[in-house]
């Protein structure tokens, strides 16, 4: 009887199975990469905005999908209108600069006699500022390069923020299709991670929307606010160009930096072109912003979580560092499912000794 041929080894028809799967896996994240971060931002949005969501829709007349929509149109024009107006604000002063700087007009206030003794950068800063007072075209001379170096930098900014925002309006349209079909999404979620942490997916699913929605009060939220008050003080100061000074604030406060980096320098500004009292509430008001997130923060972060406030702010500043604005959510919610398991695996720990000591008892018995 002649012998069968064909057969195969099932250790090699497993891993060529395995690399076919491998292969697939790995197309698929190459086709789907450039949009991941989008995803993730519209997802997350939609989670931090779905409490408002459930509030409008019954005035909609239960309607999802038109609810999902106005709240999406809302979004896009609360965030274009003030981009709009910063933009406008932005380019205005620049041509004014450029035009009183071209005419010979353009004078810079002469510095206060106590720059110079300022530690560390007090006799420098004197210099130059006093230069520029003194004649303003030779100091630009003198500082081309540098003044050139800068003025790059700050193209490359604009150019990176103009890119954030069309990524915004992108994931906004995303966030509107998660909230059109949020129960879907909800048991979809729920079903893969049951696979994964076996049977255990509505809670995480429920602990990754508590963090996100944590998170966006507490660091987003406290951020907002640090920005609207940071732009009262910089509008009654009539400080030029103070839209520009508070999208910057914002962005510090989101990253987790003290908008006394940005307010620090500009009351600096404020002492040199108006009186002393209200330059020095200014900078008591600049203290007093930068500092709010140490009682603002333990009132918003965490609220509603069994998660201790820490591991939420340790995750989302060290999200930060690693990925960028979008680690705030990511790197909070990885470490709040961390601290999970790990209470978990203590739990399980605890309950073996005193499995065990029953067990003894009742052998005794």
Not at 199 to 216: E, K, M, N, Y
Request: hydrophobic share 55%.
């Amino acid at each position: 009887m002649a012998k069968n041929t064909n057969h195969t080894d099932p250790a090699v028809e497993a891993a060529v199975r395995i690399a076919i799967l491998g292969f697939l896996a790995y197309t698929c994240y190459q086709i789907v990469s450039p949009f991941i971060e989008l995803v993730v931002w519209g997802a997350v949005l939609a989670v931090a905005v779905y409490p408002i969501y459930l509030k409008l829709v019954p005035r909609v007349g239960g309607r999802e999908g038109w609810t999902a929509t106005a709240m999406v149109i809302v979004t896009l024009l609360l965030l274009i209108v003030p981009v709009y107006e910063l933009t406008v604000s932005f380019i205005d002063t620049m041509q004014g600069l450029n035009e009183r700087f071209k005419a010979g007009t353009l004078t810079v206030p002469p510095p206060d006699a106590s720059v110079e003794d300022w530690p560390v950068i007090g006799e420098r800063l004197y210099a130059a500022w006093h230069d520029a007072s003194e004649n303003l075209e030779a100091m630009v001379t003198e500082y081309r390069d540098e003044l050139s170096q800068l003025s790059q930098q700050a193209v490359g900014i604009v150019a990176g923020l103009g890119g954030a925002i069309g990524s915004f309006i992108l994931s906004t349209i995303i966030a509107g299709a998660f909230l059109a079909f949020a129960k879907e999404c909800y048991s979809f979620n729920i079903r893969v991670l049951d696979r994964l942490a076996d049977q255990r997916g509505a809670h995480f699913t429920d602990l990754c929307i508590a963090t996100i929605r944590s998170v966006a009060q507490g660091v987003i939220g406290v951020a907002l606010i640090q920005a609207t008050a940071s732009a009262i003080g910089l509008a009654i100061m009539e400080v030029p160009a103070y839209g520009v000074w508070v999208m910057a604030v914002l962005v510090l406060a989101v990253v987790q930096l003290p908008p006394l980096l940005i307010l620090g320098p500009i009351a600096v500004y404020v002492f040199s072109v108006s009186e002393t009292v209200p330059a020095t509430i200014f900078l008591i008001y600049a203290i007093l912003v930068s500092s709010s997130d140490a009682f603002l923060k333990p009132l918003f972060l965490g609220r509603g979580m069994d998660i201790p406030m820490p591991i939420i702010l340790f995750g989302a500043i060290g999200g930060v560092i690693l990925m960028g604005i979008l680690g705030l959510f990511v790197g909070a919610i990885v470490l709040a499912i961390g601290y999970t398991l790990f209470q978990d695996w203590l739990g399980q720990n605890e309950q073996q000794p005193n499995e065990a000591t029953e067990v003894e008892s009742h052998d005794s018995n």
